[in-house]
């Protein structure tokens, strides 16, 4: 019996991981901070330039 379960189990784990992967969300992607402060700082200079 053991042996059975723990089979499942293993299986249910790779199917909740596949379809974690699946799924769409609508979160935005993280962005760190530094790439943050590069894109402003891009950002800044490309209004600059219009200006």
Request: no cysteine; glycine share 2%.
């Amino acid at each position: 019996m053991n042996r059975k379960k723990k089979l499942n189990s293993i299986l249910k784990k790779r199917a909740k991981k596949a379809n974690a992967k699946n799924k769409i969300t609508n979160k935005p992607r993280y962005v760190a901070k530094a790439d943050r402060d590069e894109q402003d700082a891009a950002g800044q200079e490309s209004v600059d330039e219009v200006s």
